[in-house]
């Protein structure tokens, strides 16, 4: 896939009021300060389509993005596991993420954003397990790739594969800084707009 244009279209505070919205959606979801909103940028190729933040769990809304007028929509999920939220924060978040799961009608994959340099962790665990439950497309996205050697990565990807019971080649490895992994993603991307695409032909 080619995304020749990306502007943001709107921000939800509430699972009731979201966009009526055509185009397919993928998800972006991953624990705070995963990367979540770099790695909008990287697919996009603009700097500050999707703000980022030093500062974790700047994300407290659903965040919607246009790609190549409504062939496609990206959405930016809240970042979950921030230590410094109130637990009623939390619960906000969480009950967003899964209002959103539950309404929407274009959702056709969530690309979930795991950090390459640590275990995945055990929100990120229950995240996936949420997905299988709910029979939710999902492909696994290892950010931050640039921290790594090569070999440091092939050990981390077996890692990350074994936490979730797929072979190392279901992972991506990306890095917002490098730009490394952009075009396997993007090509992942035309292979399940192109499949949803059959599928809705049926």
Not at 49 to 61: D, H, I, N, Q, V
Not at 65 to 77: H, K, P, Q, R, S
Request: aromatic residues 8%.
């Amino acid at each position: 896939m080619k995304i020749k244009s990306a502007k943001f279209i709107t921000s939800v505070a509430d699972y009731n009021k979201l966009p009526t919205l055509s185009a397919p959606e993928i998800a972006i979801a991953g624990k705070s300060n995963v990367g979540k909103s770099s790695f909008i940028n990287m697919l996009a190729n603009i700097n500050r389509l999707a703000k980022t933040s030093s500062t974790p769990g700047r994300t407290r809304l659903l965040n919607f993005f246009d790609i190549n007028d409504a062939e496609l929509t990206l959405v930016d999920l809240p970042g979950y596991g921030f230590a410094k939220v109130n637990d009623s924060e939390k619960e906000k978040w969480s009950n967003l993420i899964e209002g959103y799961f539950a309404k929407t009608q274009n959702l056709i994959n969530v690309f979930v954003l795991v950090d390459v340099r640590h275990e995945p962790t055990a929100l990120d665990k229950q995240m996936v397990a949420y997905l299988h439950h709910y029979n939710i497309p999902f492909t696994l996205i290892a950010t931050k790739g640039d921290k790594l050697s090569k070999a440091q990565i092939q050990k981390q990807k077996s890692v990350i594969a074994k936490t979730f019971a797929v072979t190392p080649a279901n992972i991506y490895v990306t890095s917002a800084l490098s730009k490394s992994g952009v075009d396997s993603v993007l090509e992942r991307i035309e292979n399940i707009i192109t499949a949803n695409n059959e599928d809705v032909d049926f």
